[in-house]
């Protein structure tokens, strides 16, 4: 574990980024997605955050993806709220059934065999369903609508908890894969309903359907993901949301050395461009720090530096012209909440947000603050 590296993730950005969403979203509930350790901000923190801090009337379902992730918040962050899992439940075996109804745990069925045994073991649970309306990823195909609504009458079950499906291109503005699948969701709707089978709730957009406005009737829930922690999803150079990064990612300045153009640093030896100093951070690829951030311009208390010569599995090197003892000792920022500065490493990087935050290994200790 890191002792000089640190992810500070800030309560009052993330509460300001949920808040936001909620209204943006027209005060429909929401359905906070978790997975992958809350896209790398601690999964234990942020689902306690969001647990306590959060009533009903706004957040009632936390999202995740896998068993383990779901039973981690009932056994051991004490999460009281409702947990939706999305994919990885092996609902065959007997003890994840066991764990799925003593915790109150819901699996989101997207396929025709998982329907069958969610209805031979779990007679009086919250059945929520997922259809596959062009994602071709999980959910239920349109054309086995036929057999689903077969199934449900025959086990006498009229009332679903949870109708969803997803977007694959929400990202992308004025795609026309979204309003082609948000008409594929309205028919399945509408077939399920003139077959007197009836849902409490649904839900169908994701950060980018939110940041985009997308319209459409009937949603009771929201399912962002990647906005809550702050960068926008959406690929446009428009300002579509304008959320707070909720981390910083800071280090110290390990050592340092005066460098002469033409001298050389790093495997592969890379040429130093001009005469300088050359600044050594503990981080490297084992903390989560992408190869590709080699040539990434920053800044430093005011300071342009840049990224100079390979990302080391533990060590990272800066080139700046000059700098003083007292800015050398101040804690160095990789990103904080500015999300332009944020945009300008993901594209540097060639990458998304998620690659980012999800890389960062847990080597780098976490830190939940309340205030910035």
Known sequence: MRQRSVLKVYADRLENNLKNTFELGGRKKLIPMLKANAYGHDLSLVSHFIDKNFDDSMIDTLGVACIGEAEFLR???KVQKRIFVFSDFQIEEKK???????????????NLDNLKIFLNSFEKFPLVLKFNTGMNRLGINSEELPEVIKLLKKNNKLQLEHVMSHFACSYLVGHEMNQKQMKSFESILSTLKSSGIEWKESSFFNSGALEQRFQFDNLTHHRPGLMLYGPQSTMTN???????????????????RNVKRGEFVGYGATEVPADGR????????GDGLLPRLQNFETQHQGQSLKFLGRINMDLASLWVSSISLEDQNKPFKLWDSNQNHFKNLVKHLGTHPYDVFCSITSRVPRKFLLKS
């Open 75 to 77: 056994k051991v962050v």
């Open 96 to 110: 994840n059934q066991e764990l799925m109804q003593d915790f109150g745990v819901i699996p989101v069925i997207s």
């Open 278 to 285: 050359l600044l050594v951070l503990p981080v490297g690829y």
């Open 238 to 256: 428009k300002t579509l949301w304008d959320g707070e990064i909720v981390s910083d990612f800071e280090t110290d300045i390990l050592d340092s």
